[in-house]
């Protein structure tokens, strides 16, 4: 996948705008961490950086139009590269929607999904709300729905933009370790371990094991991948990542997550499993070095008082 395709996706969609073509409007595009999404987007009459650090456009008329077919062009064009990338994708079998963007379809051959399948469920996310509203839509009214068909089996599930948005920021808040109250705060609820063991009426987590692994073929790079068996106790199918938060660190420092493709534990992660199911997930970390311990805090749930275990593990 193109990253700038992505990025123009995500610059060119997340919009608060007023009604379409007025003489001038303007458009506010929230801060992602990447200086990338600003030199992506039409040009504007007017660029505003706030302290927020979200970035306001003023458009006029002409530049309305452009940023609108743009927007849908980008769509598009990231779906016609889902559908072309049987590698990373080789389980959707069609993307549709309907010309307002208030609803959308995928289809997928099997529930079996590869690891990069999982958030495709987001894509309308990125465009549909931003889209709805240069149509004229208030963002108070702005929805949509998004239903996800099995053809092999013919199940089907259905979300609806306030839906879609939760999962979103739950997703965000598991991969930058953020808290509704105090992100900062990570020590109120902290006990360490011999060995992470995590229960509650909805899941079970239990540490089973650490590897490493290349980061890709030829690279000096190397990957730890801490392993749980997670268990799913409610009624509905759930993946690890919806109930715990992992963070790892190495020599005092925060390790970067990554997605761990092609390690049985990883590609396991972001599965859902039935009530009573347990699976072995992983969590895979850029290593600083392949002899220091490293230390990793399990949360379970997002809030700065969720409980947390913290287990030492040698990697040597």
Request: hydrophobic share 30%; with cysteine; charged share 25%.
């Amino acid at each position: 996948m193109k990253k700038k395709i992505l990025c123009a996706i995500i610059a060119a969609s997340m919009l608060t705008a007023v009604p379409v073509y007025a003489k001038d409007i303007t458009v506010t595009i929230p801060n992602y961490g990447s200086e990338e999404n600003n030199t992506n987007v039409p040009d504007a009459k007017e660029i505003t950086a706030n302290p927020d650090g979200s970035t306001t456009y003023t458009l006029d008329k002409k530049q309305q139009k452009k940023w609108k077919k743009e927007l849908k062009s980008s769509f598009n064009d990231y779906i016609k590269e889902i559908l072309n990338d049987d590698t990373n994708y080789p389980n959707v079998e069609n993307i549709s929607y309907n010309d307002d963007m208030t609803e959308f379809e995928i289809n997928l051959t099997s529930s079996d999904l590869a690891p990069s399948e999982y958030f495709i469920g987001f894509l309308p996310l990125f465009t549909a709300p931003a889209y709805q509203q240069i149509n004229g839509i208030a963002e108070k009214d702005v929805d949509y729905t998004l239903t996800v068909k099995d053809t092999s089996n013919g199940s089907e599930t259905t979300q609806t933009y306030a839906d879609n948005k939760s999962d979103w920021e739950a997703f965000e808040s598991s991969m930058n370790g953020a808290t509704s109250d105090d992100s900062t705060d990570t020590s109120s609820s902290e006990s360490k371990v011999d060995k992470i063991s995590l229960t509650s009426d909805s899941s079970i987590l239990e540490y089973s094991g650490f590897e490493s692994m290349p980061y890709e073929d030829g690279s000096s790079d190397i990957l730890g991948v801490v392993k749980f068996n997670f268990t799913n106790k409610t009624d509905s199918p759930d993946s690890v990542t919806s109930f715990y938060n992992i963070k790892a660190y190495q020599n005092g420092i925060e390790l970067t997550l990554y997605m761990g493709n092609g390690n049985t534990a990883c590609d396991n992660t972001y599965k859902t499993v039935l009530k009573d199911t347990s699976i072995e997930t992983g969590f895979a970390f850029m290593l600083q070095d392949t002899e220091s311990p490293i230390t990793v805090y399990a949360y379970d749930g997002f809030m700065s008082d969720s409980p947390c275990q913290v287990q030492e593990i040698a990697i040597k």
